[in-house]
């Protein structure tokens, strides 16, 4: 990971050809400097992030050959076009993650509990068919600062089928930690 990939995506990155971008990756994976640090790890996963809208995406290729991760790639990219800004993650906005197995996740914000599970509604309904997964983990969560230097931090989780009773289940944790 390069210095300016962390600063954000390269000018271009939206013209970028699924199949350079998979081989590319795959190349600077196997065979780059820090390549020794992970051969022959097994839990090693390569990751694709950039933003989409008010998004983060994230793909993960773990074990797929190139054709398969240039299909991954190109399905991920399809949906969720890169652009925009990405999360902001302000302070008081909910927090909000679906997870889709190995395959990849998406982050957000949103300024209301109802409004992040309608999001993730929306990213479940929208990746889904394209990509086939096993149903996603959702995860829904917020901080609120205490005071200068210290802040309450509170997530729950949930199958996708299950996504309607993460707002309840993060009172509840909010009230069983001392949380308002």
Known sequence: ???PWREGPHDGFSNADPGQLASDSLRWFEES????DWRGNETAILE???SSGDVDVTTRRSGASVGEWERQIRAWLRRFPPGGSGRDGSEGSFSWKVEFADSGRIDGDADSDS????AMR???QGVRPALAMDEPRCTLGIGIR???HSMDCYFVDAQA?????LPRLLKEK???NGGF
Request: glycine share 4%; aromatic share 4%; proline share 0%.
């Open 122 to 124: 929306t990213v479940i």
């Open 1 to 3: 990971m390069s210095m």
């Open 146 to 148: 205490r005071s200068s």
């Open 115 to 118: 409004g992040a599970v309608e």
């Open 161 to 165: 089928a299950r996504i309607q009773d």
């Open 48 to 50: 694709l992030r950039y």
């Open 33 to 36: 400097a820090e390549a020794s």
């Open 174 to 176: 909010r009230v069983q």
